[in-house]
């Protein structure tokens, strides 16, 4: 009984897999009809990403060391959250427009096909443009490991692609539970963007900096910490967060895991709720 | 006083469409208050290394975020007011419409515009402030005179963001496609304004050139005049240049666009 459970859930997977590739490669080539556009709002995207960390740039114009990091140390936490939410944004960034969607009724055309709606869902809309983050993610990232003296070890090595899938993952899980919410709230759509895109913007800077509160919400009850904070600080030798133990940097996968889970379990509560608006 | 009386009808349209939206309303103060929550912590941190930064104290640097998120939808920094419809009708070719209409088309955008901004103080400006005055210390002003002088500011401002978008929207004539130059909005709205740092931290050469740009008169001004950084006359003057300028380049825009361009049909 189990065991066939466990074989129809890894059978609808793979089939929403598929079904997500196709979406996504269809929209790829209906952007890629307007080149020129194409690679307009991609350098757009990638200026208007830049300019956060210009803004820090200025910062440390007059400063040396902010919350007690210096800016080689604030690039590299600056690169990993922009990378991580850059590849959750442009996996599934488009699902914001769910709201719309239960708003018009579009979301019944969804329904009716033979795919899974989170996979449709997801692809919707899919815009290749938002490589222009993790581009500027990348080059910051890049400036932040040449320019910091960090102790290499073969664990610490490991730890940078684990940290970036899970970070990925995190923020895919936050985007997959907003989406389940626009269920409920439909016209609300804006409540995620300050879990998606402030949450980016909060790890952008180090724990020191924020108020202890903040940092426990941002841990134990929406655990964004796991996405750079806390394996950043043992790649880099720092302090942990709270006081964390030192394995708690290796907990990133788990907590990832946990994060879709749930996500997982609100997208179908959502789903059920659905009523569609008739017209 | 028949047109004022439009005018006044179209601007309450403006008022009561925005205020339809509830739950939107509510969504967006708690996504303001949370990005207000953030930029204050790194705020504080910046300051307390760097005392007196910009020639603000701490309290002054956490009134300006809480500013920021006030007047950040009030003013659409970013875009996100009329310019959008007014594009899409450029684009469709309703505007047409507009252009037969016994009123003047700047003005109607104006008076849409001015709905739009007055609920928006109200009812997305007000509740982030209040949290922030409510949980961390502000440089709020003792005379009552003071606020009077920076609601002047920010009704500036806030014609001067008009007037910024009306030559945005007026593009789309040419350009059809606004994607573009809604994303350089974007762009020079939220770094030149003061949204991400206040502009009198900006060093050097680079920051006399933004301090004169007309994105300028929308947070930084009004911001420094309620906090007492700045005198208000002068400020005005600044402001005032500004908006007639850009609104003159606007009519200019519109005249050429009217007389030049063929209208899309369907």
Known sequence: ?279 | MGSARLYAAVAAGGFRRYATYRAATAAGVFTNTVFGLILVYTYLALWDERPHLGGYDQAQAVTYVWLGQALYSTLAVQGGGFENDLMARIRTGEVAVDLYRPADLQLWWLATDLGRALFQLAGRGVVPFAFGMLFFPMALPDHWLTWVAFLVAVALGWIVSFAVRYLVALSAFWLLDGTGVTQTLVITGMFCSGMMLPLNVFPGAFGEVVRALPWSAMLQMPADVLMGEAAPLGTYVFQVTWAVALLTAGRLLQSAATRRVVVQGG
């Open chain 1, 1 to 279: 009984m189990a065991e066939d459970t466990w074989a129809t859930e890894d059978s609808r997977l793979r089939e929403g897999l598929r079904a997500y590739r196709l979406i996504a490669v269809m929209w790829i080539r209906s952007t890629m009809a307007y080149p020129l556009s194409f690679a307009l709002t991609a350098v757009g995207g990638l200026v208007v990403n830049g300019l956060d960390f210009v803004a820090i740039l200025l910062m440390f114009s007059r400063i040396d060391t902010l919350g007690g990091y210096a800016l080689p140390e604030i690039a590299f936490l600056y690169g990993l959250s922009a990378l991580a939410f850059g590849f959750a944004d442009l996996a599934i960034g488009s699902m914001d427009r769910l709201g719309t969607r239960v708003r018009d009724g579009t979301l019944d055309t969804l329904l009716v096909r033979p795919a899974p709606v989170l996979a449709q869902v997801a692809a919707d809309r899919f815009a290749l443009r938002r490589i222009g983050r993790i581009t500027q993610g990348t080059v910051v990232l890049g400036y932040g490991l040449a320019a910091c003296d960090i102790a290499w070890t073969p664990l610490k090595l490991l730890l940078m692609p684990v940290m970036l899938a899970s970070g990925g993952l995190i923020f895919c899980a936050v985007f997959v539970a907003g989406a389940a919410f626009q269920f409920v709230a439909q016209d609300a759509a804006e409540v995620q963007n300050a879990f998606t895109y402030g949450g980016t913007t909060l790890l952008q800077y180090p724990p020191t900096v924020f108020g202890k509160e903040l940092v426990r919400g941002v841990t134990f009850v929406l655990p964004l910490a796991f996405v750079n904070w806390v394996p950043a600080a043992y790649v880099l030798g720092r302090p942990y967060p709270l006081g964390l133990p030192e394995w708690a940097a290796f907990t990133p996968p788990l907590v990832a895991a946990v994060c879709c889970a749930l996500a997982g379990l609100a997208w179908r509560a959502g789903l059920r709720s659905y009523r569609s608006t008739g017209s």
